[in-house]
DNA sequence: CTTGACATAGAACGCCTGTTCGCTTATCAT
DNA sequence: ATGATAAGCGAACAGGCGTTCTATGTCAAG
């Protein structure tokens, strides 16, 4: 949790530091000294100062001098466009029907679209986002309104959790699947522990895609 | 590249963008007015004013009046660290113990941290994340591992799913809490749609969190 | 008890900074 | 040419801002 550096902090100062990650985040711009003087609870501008130092002298973060919000963390959380993906949601994945996958001609409505951090998801190729309709999926602990977030593959690896459509039961799901050792049945287990896993016959069976990402807005 | 906004920009409207672009990329924060002047060899600090008002109306930037340096392009392929919160995890979630708050003086630890877009969870403020170990929120369809986003509020509204410690259990738990007409009870509702809610002595339930946003990654 | 290193408070200094305002210069249709 | 309109200039104002200085308090080591 913390490090060597943040050990020897006294008290005022992590609320400095964290005062000033707060306000750079809303704000786009450091604080000034006054700003986190107020913020941060210090009772003088100076002894804002006097901290400022110490916490300049453990690398925390670095001053232009004489600047006005010259205060820059070091370690800021560096937000590239990179680091945002937008997948588009194509459609609702309930029981009764193979799950859609996306169009790739289709063009991405801002309004459909989940922002989600890559570090959630990685590679942003083949990713698309399904919005669980009704409780069908209640056994891989996915509700009403729950997003799910795909990425279209050929092959799943054993105990990838994915949507899968039975053709002879006509019905989508998710669960993770596991090839049994002859190649003709699979195992479908749910993501609920307090469920049993079941068997399909593999020709029976659509892999449509595979689950990177639940995501469920409260 | 150029689109119909920028298309009529003057020319030293254009030195004063690339100019703010290139400080932005070279200090970490924007220029003052006079750094603008200089930087951007423009003749006095009323026409870098003027030029911005300008530039303002074109939405290519937002300024945060009388701040000094505040001035923020809104430059489309720059994502502003406003699009990604870091949310920290501030430890585990059991059902045995009271579900962990951050300490608002800790540091944002790099390595505990959970991206996570901003359209998703809304403002930053008090948010935090916690791992969830164990089955024992399997009734609010999360399982071991799910990354739960929390908001530190004092109140919660009817219908809000939240972090719930009961004092006479000795447990916490996830829920939708109504309160009853009476105020003296809490209504406890499992996000599981197939079981059933419950009822507790508002006294002897804490309420340490509103949960934004469920995550779990696969 | 004394000392010295550190922490704190408050005020003051002086430059920094965004804004405004009066004035001058360019542009251009009449 | 001319007068209207917009663009440009520079100074000045008022409050913002970083820095520094002095006085006071705390507390452990000598």
Redesign the pocket.
Known sequence: MSNSATEHL?E?QQRILSFISRYVAEHDVPP????IQKGAG???????????K?LERAQLLN?Y???????VLTHPHRVSAHDIVNVPIVGRIVASEPAPTPDPDALADVENTVQVARSLVGNADGLYALEVQGDSMIDALINDGDIVIMRRTDEVKNGDLAAIFLTDRNESTLKRVYREKDGKRLKLKPENPTMKPFYVDARHAMIQGKVMCVIRKT
Chains 1, 2 share one sequence.
């Not at 000034?32 to 700003?35: G, S």
């Not at 210090?42 to 400022?52: E, G």
């Open positions: 006294t005022p000034t000294i006054r700003e210090i009772s003088s501008t100076s002894m804002v100062s006097y901290h400022l110490a001053r001098e004489r600047r006005s919000r010259g205060v």
